[in-house]
């Protein structure tokens, strides 16, 4: 079946390996926000003329990603829920259209693909599913499931699928003889076996794989992780490998990028971004995940707050937030450990987690008793005149425009290259404290 | 050392199906004492959670306790035994329902389910639905059960907590909700928490904030815990003691250092070498030979016998209780046949032929039940 299986796919192929096979130039998707018939209809008592306003809210999904994949290697993708990687994932797979941005796959631009010659290409594209629950056809036997692409893409006659099928449940590690079994009859791990063998029918050039390990029980986990990579090796598969599990992708991955609501943050070669963790973001999350190891000495919960809508996301670099390393603004004239203990304050304003309202006890709290000079000064004693008025909303106000603002992490957009401590990779990291090593 | 806090002493739940009994738990003993946090990690079917819900009588039917006793500050939670004819009943040392409603759920012992989602009621407010549960446990009047719910929400790092006393559920993200209900947990100061993976639904970065606060909380109100979790690093993070749990049964109980670091068993040994090391490349990785078994047939002898590496011809016919394994100060159960401490024939016994594709014979004899 093997030899069958590569002239299929010899014929078709014009990338080799290393080369580039999928090319994503600057791929945003946006999705309306919208519940209702009429929701993007609202109210203004104020408004000059109509009070009725038009305006769709739109949720900034996926903005600006740009990278590419190259034949024969595992692209990592790795964040957090809701950072939009599984959008991604399905706008590769035009599954959903992109809002801007162009997808090339072998050199064609997918969005000028349509008909037939979309439907061919789709042969070389597949995708593996999370849930392997419900990715497979409860009434359907395993046999049908596996040939159900072929069939669809008029792939060899039925007797030849029968085979083929047989073969590849081999070789994901099943038995040909569960043919003809219902997928119930499976555990979370063969079922997740059948979706690979069911990718595979096809001879794809190229595979996304989205979480598919994080429903598994760590010891199967390994068992598919493996398999995976086995069956790359025999068919060449170059993988998107999509996973919240950071432990998973450092198995797994040649190449790793971060996301952070809807935007790459890092991306660079496995070793370097595990040794070399250049985004305060990354950092945050390698420190973040428990080691298997009561010896390691801890170091957690590094990030405070929660991730912000992607309705509004912030301005500049949409980290900044949380980071705990925001960058002070340039026109006062900060110590580090002014700045520090600025932002402590600002942060504990936001969340107004404290009762004390007075201006001393408030300054000897945060700021050892004296507050910084000049300009900086200034806006802090006005916003601790605020909460000394009980004015919360306006300190809070007045921090973050005064402060957070006007780092150049609110106004610019970050997008940098650093030299690569490990291999020769590009290693791009969106982070203005990297702005240094420019130009 | 002082009497342990709670005790759980050769607990039996089994789940009377269609299929036939399924021994949810078989006979498992661990305590916890004061100020412990102690784990109960083990993969999916395992038993971890029927074992804790069952701390606070909260076996659902068709399952029901069928043997062990359960002690909580010297009193009986739970002590059941087989009469003549073999049918299980409860003695009359276990305390009655309304007193352990009462008494001991929420005020002394309360629990933290995986999803907060579902532990939180939708319709009502996240303030009002953890004052209801002050002003009931704590006997204060409305006022002052609603400072408490704000002071509380507050101290597990909700933000504008006054603000947010008034929002409903789906308002709040995972993380806050999994803060609401570790708020409501620590609200009566009991003196034991259980935690049912609290934080399996989250991400990691949130998972490391409520480590940290759990972390925090029980060094101010010196807690005790019973954390049930599948993921060995969280394991590793914060557990003191450890019980390792396999097909209703533990098979490794130890400090958590010696558990990492002088593992006795081997099913523990399987599932840390399966593990991927976020904190350095691992080239392959080992994982365990086939699945778990279904509970409802377990194989006869030692339960990890088809997938042990170490498994002997006298593992099929032997089934170990978790004994003592070592001589050291600090006791480190387990049970293996492997050990001295069992005199049995394990020495002279051939060994098995486990592996090489036999393990998914092992799942599919299961999945044949089912046609």
Sequence with gaps: MTERASSVSDGADTASFGEPLVELRNVSKYFANEEGLFSWLSFDRDADGLPVETGREWVRAVEDVSFTIRKGETLGLVGESGCGKSTLARTIL?????????????????????????????????????????????????????????????????EDRAARAQELLEKVGLDPQHYNRYPHAFSGGQRQRINLARALSVNPDFIVCDEPVSALDVSIQAQVLNTMRDLQQEFGLT??????????????????????????????????????????????????????????????????????????????????????????????????????????????????????????????????????????????SDAIADIAADDWEAASERLLSGFAEQSVCAREEPDYEVEPEQGTDRHTVACHLCRDGQD | MSAPLLRVDDLEVQ????????????????????????????????????????????????????????????????????????????????????????????????????????????????????????????????????????????EVGIPEAAARYDDYPHQFSGGMRQRVLIAMALACEPSLIIADEPTTALDVTVEAQILDLVDELQERYDTSFVWVTHDMGVVAEICD?????????????????????????????????????????????????????????????????????????????????????????????????????????YEGSPPLETGAGGGFDVSLSGGESDD
């Design chain 1, 239 to 380: 993988y998107l490998f999509i996973a919240h599990d950071l432990s998973v992708i450092r198995h797994i991955s040649d190449r790793v990028a971060v996301m952070y609501l809807g935007q790459l943050v890092e991306l660079a070669d496995k070793r370097e971004l595990f040794e070399n963790p250049t985004h305060p973001y990354t950092q945050a999350l390698l420190d973040s995940i428990p080691v298997p190891d009561p010896r390691a000495d801890g170091h957690r919960g590094v990030l405070e707050g929660d991730v912000p809508s992607p309705i509004d996301p912030p301005s500049g670099c949409r980290f900044r937030t949380r980071c705990p390393e925001l960058i002070a603004p340039a026109e006062y004239d900060l110590t580090d450990g002014e700045w520090e203990c600025v932002r402590s304050f600002v942060r504990h304003v936001k969340r107004r987690d404290f009762t004390e309202t007075d201006p001393d006890t408030l300054r000897e709290r945060f700021f050892d008793g004296s507050l910084p000079g000049g300009g900086a000064g200034v806006l802090l």
């Design chain 2, 15 to 154: 789940f009377f199906t269609e299929d036939g009994v399924v021994r949810a738990v078989d006979g498992i003993s661990f305590d916890v004492r004061e100020g412990e946090l102690v784990g109960l990690v083990g993969e999916s079917g395992a038993g971890k959670s029927v074992a804790v819900s069952a701390i606070m009588r909260l076996v659902e039917s068709p399952g029901r306790i069928v043997g062990g006793c359960i002690e909580f500050k010297g009193e009986t939670l739970i002590e059941v035994e087989r009469d003549d004819d073999g049918e299980p009943y409860r003695t009359d040392a276990t305390i009655p329902d309304g007193e352990l409603r009462e008494r001991i759920r929420g005020r002394e012992i309360a629990i933290i389910f995986q999803d907060p989602m579902e532990s939180l009621n939708p319709v009502f407010t996240v303030g009002g639905q953890l004052r209801e549960f002050i002003e009931l446990n704590r006997d204060l009047s409305e006022r002052e059960a609603r400072e408490t719910a704000v002071q509380m929400l507050r």
């Design chain 1, 94 to 158: 035009r599954l959903l259209e992109p809002t801007e941005g162009s997808i090339y796959f072998k050199g064609t631009d997918l969005a000028d693909l349509s008909g037939e010659r979309l439907r061919n290409t789709r042969k070389d594209i597949q995708m593996i599913f999370q849930d392997p629950q419900s990715s497979l056809d409860p009434r359907m036997k395993v046999g049908k499931i596996v040939e159900e692409p072929m069939q669809a893409h008029g792939m060899l006659n039925s």
């Design chain 2, 241 to 345: 003691r450890v019980n390792v749990m396999y097909l209703g049964e533990i098979v490794e109980q130890a400090p958590v250092d010696d558990l990492f670091y002088d593992t006795q068993h081997p099913y523990t040994e399987a599932l840390l070498d399966s593990v991927p090391r976020p904190d350095e490349t691992v080239e392959e990785l080992n994982p365990i030979k086939g699945v778990m078994p279904e509970a409802i047939n377990p194989p006869a002898g030692c339960r990890f016998h088809t997938r042990c590496p170490d498994a002997r011809e006298a593992c099929k016919t032997t089934n170990p209780d978790c004994r003592d394994v070592t001589d050291g100060v600090t006791e480190h159960r387990a049970a293996c046949i492997k050990h001295d401490a069992f005199e049995t024939a």
